[in-house]
């Protein structure tokens, strides 16, 4: 174990979600403890932060507004989507870095984001390496997605399926009020993997979900949907209808592409998407005589703090606190992990992944967990997501509304040579 | 004040609440404990279940599924939209009404709902005056859209609003995380009164709220609102807008019907709108450069009991358990409303309207609560509409997911001629 004595700084990548801020506590409060660690900076939306030598001084926050980050939604510090070029092509963002690094003597790198981001931070320590700058890298997880490589689960899944789960149980109450029957089509976010989707498996499995799920693991095809469909419809006149906005047709064509031939063109021939749920809702309009209602979670989905998972939230902030441990103790060049214990009681332990081997794979719902006709969740599902939504977490309440954290975001200046 | 011995019935109507089952909660609950009511019964899909002969026997309920109502969105019974004919142009229904009441003795009839709901029952209740049918007439009022006359606001409305402001606040945070700007646009329900929308100003009081907002209350212009959008986004680069689903333009068309010239028709010649938020993000995508989304909150916003407001759920038994109490006092012919007490804190009283002053008639957002630019609400708003939503109530939670009540719904028979 050898000492690295230098500031941390941490940046937040990709979509948000419910619990990217618990992380950042869990990486904040924990970098605030450790006395190698002589600064803690936070990167305004992410590695563009630190190019743009944009990051606030963690250390003039009011802890308690630390504390509320576990139940803040969203990425406090503000997200980005910007790809590092390979260093071999370009190495003008890699120079920025390490100049940037030189500068506040940065030799703490966490970066919190799912595949992409992950991809970043592999970047950035196989750079750092490369050119002999100590520098101690770690990935920490996130994406409601659920898609990262290596890991159990990913920190984001549980509050964003315990809001699916929820909101389709709401949902199937009000979707079967009236007697002459109902086709609900709910879209689900997840592009390539089913995770999201497929928890509206829990909403059935606890009694009120949607009769037919459509995850993008297989090929959807439009006629053995309309006849799934109006089979239900025939026999029990309500149906709900959860999709991925990511199913593709057998030829790898997105089916909400296929609004593209219906759509209108805007003056500059662009066309305007009504997106999945409506290119589905237009269809079952066209070829049933049934009421139709599409419905999309949209961002609601991976926002909802209030309606987070407790083990998710900690398992966020855990995973914060671990990639700082691990760090300071000496580990680099690795993304934190969730590790499921064996057992009847769900345990999840840390453990540690290369960077090189989780950046830009994606994790999907595995074949097998999906049901013979293609359209549910075998039990194997519920058992693996189940105790991810375990636990009720929400944000104090002001006046039955939701106190979430105020940071001042002072902006970090050179620091002097010794603290 | 006079005794009358008989059934009671109890019918729920219109669009589903989060608190519409705990006004049936009230009355059951109620009804079951009065001595004078011999029998409790529970109308399927509301005065339809009545013309049908199809209705449940509430006595045979587990009181802790009662119990459960209270938190368990929607309408348990099943609700319906139907209109009765005036009695002087059609008596068919009402005869067959006045049969069903005789042959099971009903003598007590309570309907939830809103405007039309009490038209309903205004008119059941002077035909049964009229043919000399003793039999006591009460509606319980609810509706999201809180704009029912009579009353100072309406069950169900604290709730929505609840949720709406939650769940902007959440989204506040979420549409503003990248540093390219977005414009979001919310579509909220609400067809001719603001109410449901002008809740997006309690997010705004709580810190996090929309930039924008459009009530029904008052005419939409097209330009007006891309120069404000467009102002607030040069300024700003992030703006939220929150807009009514009933917006129309100065000559009463509806500004979803603008999406008409645009839209895809299919076969048959129909429309195929993509709703408000829709026309609106085509519309800023044509006119902007911007990044723009639409979010509709659809049937979350009515039925999300997980994000109640404790006062609207305990106002919503007590207008149930009120409505029997009178009835048996020997009220007759009211709905069932609430007064606000005067005084710096918040109580309401139950009073009682007269049906035939209630019917049919709507209650707008006052003018004056709008702001100059009508794009905001006034404190009177804020006044008002924030008490409503104080207190948290969610159902009780099994496997962290809600746990719904489940009613047996045993089919009521003809009963022996005494109890």
């Known amino acids: 174990m050898s000492e690295l004595k230098g500031a941390a700084i941490f940046g937040q990548s ?76 370009d190495e003008t963002d890699y120079k920025r870095l390490l100049e940037v690094f030189k500068k506040y003597n940065i030799r703490y790198f966490f970066y919190n984001g799912g595949n992409d981001s992950m991809d970043t931070c592999n970047k950035v320590s196989k750079y750092m390496q490369k050119v002999g700058y100590e520098c101690r890298v770690m990935g920490v997880p996130k994406t409601i997605d659920n898609d990262l490589w290596g890991t159990d689960h990913c920190p984001g899944y549980g509050s964003a399926a315990r809001y699916i789960a929820t909101s389709i149980m709401e949902i199937y109450h009000d979707a079967r009020v009236y007697d002459q029957g109902q086709i609900t089509v709910l879209e689900i976010m997840g592009r390539n993997a089913g995770w999201l989707t497929a928890a509206a498996a829990l909403a059935k499995h606890a009694g009120y979900g949607p009769d037919l799920i459509y995850l993008p693991e297989l090929p959807f095809d439009m006629e053995k949907f309309l006849d799934e469909v109006n089979d239900l419809y025939r026999k029990q006149k309500n149906v709900i209808v959860a999709v991925s906005e990511g199913i593709k047709d057998k030829d790898g064509k997105y089916i909400s592409e296929y609004g593209t031939e219906l759509a209108y063109k ?119 997501a189940l105790p991810l939504i375990q636990g009720e977490s929400s944000p104090p309440m002001v006046n039955s509304l939701p106190r979430f954290a105020r940071l001042k975001k002072v902006l970090a200046t050179e620091p002097a040579m010794c603290r």
């Open 266 to 384: 805007d003056s500059f021939g662009h066309v305007q998407l009504g997106g999945l749920a409506s290119t589905l809702v237009n269809f079952l309009k066209a070829k049933t005589n049934a009421k139709i209602r599409g419905i999309e979670f949209s961002l609601l989905q991976r926002c909802a703090a209030h309606l987070g998972s407790k083990t998710d939230v900690n398992e966020a902030v855990l995973a914060g606190e671990m990639a700082v441990k691990y760090a300071v103790e000496g580990k680099t060049d690795y993304m934190v992990a969730f590790e499921r214990a064996a057992g009847p009681e769900y345990k999840c332990n840390i453990k540690l992944v290369n960077l090189s081997e989780v950046a830009n794979k994606e994790k999907k719902v595995p074949l097998e967990w999906i049901d013979e006709n293609g359209t549910g969740l075998k039990q194997e599902f519920i058992d693996y």
């Open 14 to 89: 990709g979509g948000p979600t419910a619990v990217i801020n618990a992380s950042a506590a869990g990486v904040f409060l924990e970098a605030l403890k450790q006395e190698n660690i002589t600064a803690v900076y936070g990167a305004a939306h992410g590695i563009r932060g630190i190019l743009e030598e944009k990051f606030y001084d963690m250390s003039k926050e009011d802890p308690y507004e630390l504390e509320l980050l576990k139940t803040t939604p969203s990425s406090a510090l503000g997200s980005v989507r910007y790809k590092l070029k390979n260093a071999e092509e």
